[in-house]
Nanobody
Framework: QVQLVESGGGLVQAGGSLRLSCACS????????MGWFRQAPGKEREFVSA????????SYGDSVKGRFTISRDNGKNTVSLEMNSLKPEDTAVYYC????????????????WGQGTLVTVSS
């Protein structure tokens, strides 16, 4: 059974940076399209970013383009999200996610979820 465990969340001031990591166990991550979603209080879950199995293709939500960068290390079974120029509206629980079905990142529909890590951006 695949498990995803996020780390790296915390409190940061607006304009600052954080790096989230997601460790994948139970299956080689190179077989999974992976990505991140987030959910702010009182809001629906929102797509943040996805990365193809090889890492060669990425996709970003409009609200994070140019500020966030997704990457993966298949040798370590990890995926990361580098978040720069953080804004208070980036405050949310961030979920690592994976798709066991081979899909394009533009059609990322995860069927595996982590427990989430909280990111709080203060103004």
């Amino acid at each position: 059974q695949v498990q995803l465990v996020e780390s790296g969340g915390g409190l940061v001031q607006a304009g600052g940076s954080l790096r989230l990591s997601c460790a994948c166990s139970g299956r080689t991550s190179s077989n999974l399209v992976m990505g991140w979603f987030r959910q702010a209080p009182g809001k629906e879950r929102e797509f943040v970013s996805a990365i193809s199995r090889s890492g060669g293709t990425t996709s970003y939500g409009d609200s994070v383009k140019g500020r966030f960068t997704i990457s993966r290390d298949n040798g370590k079974n990890t995926v990361s999200l580098e978040m720069n120029s953080l804004k208070p509206e980036d405050t949310a629980v961030y979920y690592c996610a994976a798709s066991s079905v081979s899909v394009a990142v533009a059609n990322f529909r995860p069927d595996i979820w982590g427990q989430g890590t909280l990111v709080t951006v203060s103004s």
